[in-house]
């Protein structure tokens, strides 16, 4: 009996660890607002910002469009992807256990700092 409590809370265990390994990962809305350097080929967080200078306003689906990459320091800084909840935690909002996260994006495609 104890060695069958003691598989059971192994499993469990395992099947813990293993649902904490995926995680999702929200992407930036078409509609969310970046700058974009059009010398350079890369966009901007708005936050990232402290002098627009050359750098023009727009939004994620036009640099995508484009082609453009995300700044590497604003990726690292900021992010342009939200990070979303592991597989356990996934299960858990889709049960309505847990509350959904907070957007990074507001609907209009300002940023939700």
């Avoid at 350097?37 to 995508?64: C, K, M, N, S, W």
């Avoid at 453009?68 to 299960?91: I, K, L, M, N």
Wanted: aromatic residues 14%; charged residues 15%; negative net charge.
């Amino acid at each position: 009996m104890l060695v069958a409590l003691g598989i059971i809370a192994a499993l469990l265990l395992a099947i813990f660890y293993v649902c904490h390994l995926w995680e999702t990962h929200n992407p930036m809305p078409e509609n969310a607002r970046v700058f974009l350097d059009d010398q350079a080929g890369t966009f901007h967080a708005p936050a990232a910002i402290v002098e627009p200078g050359h750098l023009r306003a727009g939004t994620a689906g036009e640099a995508y469009r484009l082609k453009y990459q995300p700044d590497p320091w604003c990726s690292e800084a900021v992010g342009f992807t939200q990070q979303g909840r592991c597989a356990f935690g996934f299960f858990l909002e889709c049960a309505g256990l847990l509350k959904p996260l907070p957007s990074r994006w507001n609907s209009d495609g300002t940023w939700n700092w």
